[in-house]
T-cell receptor, first 110, second 114 residues
Framework: QKEVEQNSGPLSVPEGAIASLNCTYSDRGSQSFFWYRQYSGKSPELIMSIYSNGDKEDGRFTAQLNKASQYVSLLIRDSQPSDSATYLCAVRDNDYKLSFGAGTTVTVRA | GAGVSQSPRYKVAKRGQDVALRCDPISGHVSLFWYQQALGQGPEFLTYFQNEAQLDKSGLPSDRFFAERPEGSVSTLKIQRTQQEDSAVYLC????????????FGPGTRLTVT
């Protein structure tokens, strides 16, 4: 059973602060890593993908990958109320299917 | 361009009824996936198609679940003799091809079995 674990949350941060989300995975063969944002009652929306060790920045989002530690993180800088959502970590191995964590709910306080 | 679409968006079924859920993937996307999302959980894989071929159905919870994609575009997930535990959001995702790592999700169908 491939497992993906996320910090349980909920995570509450003030507007303008950095939100830090963590994810660990059990399958060392995993090759591709994704962060999806899911607003309440909506479908998951892909916001970041990362395939190699290190950092990847896209606007206010930074994904970090450490395959040796089997760890992926997402940083949201300058958090806005519109960032309030559940963030899902997803992992893909050499295969095609995604394994998801249960998600971390983020609330940005104005 | 248009994203993944699903219909119906909401479905209420009485226990024992059959339901059919439809997915229209992004035009030209070869790979299509169905996931099931229970409340408060992440999506869980059900089945995968490459064109019209169902290459993996290992996540289907029982033989009451059946999926097809006869012409390699639209897909239908059918659930026979629905049970209360089938209540969930059913998400469809597509990707450009089997080598593409990025899957894009549709809005989902929320199924409630009473």
């Amino acid at each position: 059973q491939k497992e993906v674990e996320q910090n349980s949350g909920p995570l509450s941060v003030p507007e303008g602060a950095i939100a830090s989300l963590n994810c660990t995975y059990s399958d060392r063969g995993s090759q591709s890593f994704f962060w999806y944002r899911q607003y309440s009652g909506k479908s998951p929306e892909l916001i970041m993908s990362i395939y190699s060790n290190g950092d990847k920045e896209d606007g206010r989002f930074t994904a970090q990958l450490n395959k040796a530690s089997q760890y992926v993180s997402l940083l949201i800088r300058d958090s806005q109320p519109s960032d309030s959502a559940t963030y899902l970590c997803a992992v893909r191995d050499n295969d095609y299917k995604l394994s998801f964590g249960a998600g971390t709910t983020v609330t940005v306080r104005a | 361009g248009a994203g993944v679409s699903q219909s119906p968006r909401y479905k209420v079924a009485k226990r024992g009824q059959d339901v059919a859920l439809r997915c229209d993937p992004i035009s030209g996307h070869v790979s299509l996936f169905w996931y099931q999302q229970a409340l408060g959980q992440g999506p869980e894989f059900l089945t995968y198609f490459q064109n019209e071929a169902q290459l993996d159905k290992s996540g289907l919870p029982s033989d009451r679940f059946f999926a097809e994609r006869p012409e390699g575009s639209v897909s239908t997930l059918k659930i026979q003799r629905t049970q209360q535990e089938d209540s969930a959001v059913y998400l469809c995702a597509s990707s450009l091809d089997s080598r593409s790592y990025e899957q894009y999700f549709g809005p989902g169908t929320r199924l409630t079995v009473t």
